[in-house]
C-alpha cells in the first residue's frame, strides 16, 4: 500500500520486542493463549513467537497492548476517501474470534474506516508473519495486510522499507498483490507480484492465510501456503536492501484512491475485512 514521501506513514507482532523488554512475559502470555501453548513448540521448520487471536467480547476494541490507530483523513498520499476513526463501528471484535474491519457510507456521503497498526508496541524482524483474512469487496474498496519499517519517524518513507504482505483492489475479486518499496523502488515503481485464485472464486468469498517469509536476502511471499514470488537482495540492483530491521504492522481498509479508484453505484456499503489471526514464526 505505497503512498508517497510527503506522508507521514505508520504498518506487531512481536519476533524482536521493541521497548517491551520489561513485560515480556506478560506480552507473550497475551499474545499466546494459554490454550494453544502446543503451537509455541517447534513445528515442522518454524516456532511459534508471538499471536493475536482476536478472542474476546462481540464489541469489544482490539488489544490495546498490541494495536493502535492511525486517525484522520487527508488521503494518506494515495487520494483515499475515507477518514480513519478509532471507533467501535470501524473496528471490533466480533465474539467469534475476528477482528473486524468495516468501511462505512455515512449519512452525509462521507466514508470511515479504521487502519490498525503495531508502531511503537511489537515489532518482527525475520520469519513468517501471516494472517488469515476474509477480504471485503466492491469497486473502490482496497483492503490490505502490510508492514512498515520501525524507524519511518527518523528517516522517512520509503527509507524506512515497506512489505506489503496483501493488498486487493475491489475491481480485480481473483487476484491479490504483494509488494516491497524501498529507495529507488517506491509507489508506482515497488517491486510486485500478483496471485490469481486458483479456484477462480473472489478473494472475498472465504478467508484465506496471507504471509511472507522473510529472511536477511530474501521475501517470499504466500496464499494458503503456496508461494508466488520471491524477492532477493539482487532484484533491488544498486538500490538499498532495506529490509534488515525490525518492522511493524498495518491491517486497514482503505475506500478509493489512485488505484482502486472510488465507489460507484455497485459498491455495497458497510464493507468488512475479517482477520482471524494474526502470527509470527521464526523460521529454521
Same mark, same amino acid.
Given at each position: 500500500?505505497?503512498?508517497?514521501?510527503?506522508?507521514?506513514?505508520?504498518?506487531?507482532?512481536?519476533?524482536?520486542?521493541?521497548?517491551?523488554?520489561?513485560?515480556?512475559?506478560?506480552?507473550?502470555?497475551?499474545?499466546?493463549?494459554?490454550? =494453544?501453548?502446543?503451537?509455541?513448540?517447534?513445528?515442522?521448520?518454524?516456532?511459534?513467537?508471538?499471536?493475536?487471536?482476536?478472542?474476546?467480547?462481540?464489541?469489544?476494541?482490539?488489544?490495546?497492548?498490541?494495536?493502535?490507530?492511525?486517525?484522520?483523513?487527508?488521503?494518506?498520499?494515495?487520494?483515499?476517501?475515507?477518514?480513519?476513526?478509532?471507533?467501535?463501528?470501524?473496528?471490533?471484535?466480533?465474539?467469534?474470534? !475476528?477482528?473486524?474491519?468495516?468501511?462505512?457510507?455515512?449519512?452525509?456521503?462521507?466514508?470511515?474506516?479504521?487502519?490498525?497498526?503495531?508502531?511503537?508496541?511489537?515489532?518482527?524482524?525475520?520469519?513468517?508473519?501471516?494472517?488469515?483474512?476474509?477480504?471485503?469487496?466492491?469497486?473502490?474498496?482496497?483492503?490490505?495486510?502490510?508492514?512498515?519499517?520501525?524507524?519511518?519517524?527518523?528517516?522517512?518513507?520509503?527509507?524506512?522499507?515497506?512489505?506489503?504482505?496483501?493488498?486487493?483492489?475491489?475491481?480485480?475479486?481473483?487476484?491479490?498483490?504483494?509488494?516491497?518499496?524501498?529507495?529507488?523502488?517506491?509507489?508506482? !515503481?515497488?517491486?510486485?507480484?500478483?496471485?490469481?485464485?486458483?479456484?477462480?472464486?473472489?478473494?472475498?468469498?472465504?478467508?484465506?492465510?496471507?504471509?511472507? =517469509?522473510?529472511?536477511?536476502?530474501?521475501?517470499?511471499?504466500?496464499?494458503?501456503?503456496?508461494?508466488?514470488?520471491?524477492?532477493?537482495?539482487? =532484484?533491488?540492483?544498486?538500490?538499498?536492501?532495506?529490509?534488515?530491521?525490525?518492522?511493524?504492522?498495518?491491517?486497514?481498509?482503505?475506500?478509493?484512491?489512485?488505484?482502486?479508484?472510488?465507489?460507484?453505484?455497485?459498491?455495497?456499503?458497510?464493507?468488512?475485512?475479517?482477520?482471524?489471526?494474526?502470527?509470527?514464526?521464526?523460521?529454521?
Amino acid at each position: 500500500m505505497d503512498q508517497g514521501p510527503a506522508i507521514d506513514r505508520r504498518r506487531f507482532v512481536a519476533l524482536g520486542l521493541t521497548g517491551a523488554a520489561a513485560t515480556a512475559a506478560a506480552t507473550t502470555a497475551a499474545l499466546v493463549r494459554g490454550s =494453544d501453548s502446543a503451537r509455541a513448540a517447534t513445528t515442522g521448520t518454524t516456532t511459534l513467537l508471538a499471536a493475536d487471536e482476536f478472542d474476546g467480547a462481540a464489541g469489544s476494541a482490539p488489544n490495546p497492548s498490541i494495536w493502535r490507530y492511525d486517525l484522520g483523513a487527508g488521503g494518506w498520499g494515495n487520494g483515499e476517501l475515507e477518514t480513519y476513526t478509532d471507533s467501535r463501528r470501524n473496528s471490533q471484535l466480533d465474539g467469534k474470534g !475476528n477482528l473486524v474491519i468495516t468501511a462505512r457510507r455515512e449519512p452525509d456521503g462521507t466514508y470511515t474506516s479504521a487502519r490498525l497498526k503495531s508502531e511503537g508496541t511489537y515489532t518482527a524482524q525475520y520469519g513468517r508473519v501471516e494472517a488469515r483474512i476474509k477480504i471485503p469487496r466492491g469497486q473502490g474498496i482496497w483492503p490490505a495486510f502490510w508492514m512498515l519499517g520501525a524507524d519511518i519517524g527518523q528517516v522517512g518513507w520509503p527509507a524506512c522499507g515497506e512489505i506489503d504482505v496483501m493488498e486487493n483492489v475491489g475491481y480485480e475479486p481473483t487476484l491479490v498483490h504483494g509488494t516491497v518499496h524501498g529507495p529507488g523502488y517506491s509507489g508506482a !515503481n515497488g517491486i510486485s507480484s500478483t496471485y490469481r485464485n486458483p479456484s477462480g472464486a473472489a478473494f472475498a468469498d472465504d478467508f484465506h492465510v496471507f504471509g511472507v =517469509d522473510w529472511r536477511p536476502d530474501s521475501i517470499t511471499w504466500t496464499v494458503d501456503g503456496v508461494a508466488y514470488r520471491t524477492v532477493t537482495r539482487a =532484484d533491488v540492483g544498486s538500490n538499498p536492501w532495506v529490509f534488515d530491521g525490525p518492522f511493524f504492522v498495518i491491517l486497514n481498509v482503505a475506500v478509493g484512491g489512485g488505484w482502486p479508484g472510488s465507489p460507484d453505484a455497485t459498491t455495497r456499503f458497510p464493507q468488512q475485512m475479517l482477520v482471524d489471526w494474526v502470527r509470527v514464526s521464526q523460521l529454521a
